[in-house]
């Protein structure tokens, strides 16, 4: 079983494009959509709580 962070976290990232959602129930995970143009790209998911 993996460590989970329980306290915030500072980050800093460099990018092209934020989008804002919240994740969606999808059996017995989550999931988020993103734009299409993201297909193939490498992609960041940040807990913001």
């Keep these: 079983m993996k460590a989970v962070v329980k306290k915030s ?5 460099e990018g092209f494009e934020v989008i804002e959602k919240v994740a969606e129930s999808s059996g017995n995970s ?3 959509y993103v734009p299409k143009k993201w297909i193939g790209k490498k992609v ?3 807990l913001m709580q």
């Design 9 to 13: 976290i500072s980050m800093q990232m």
């Design 30 to 32: 989550g999931r988020i």
């Design 44 to 46: 960041r998911a940040v």
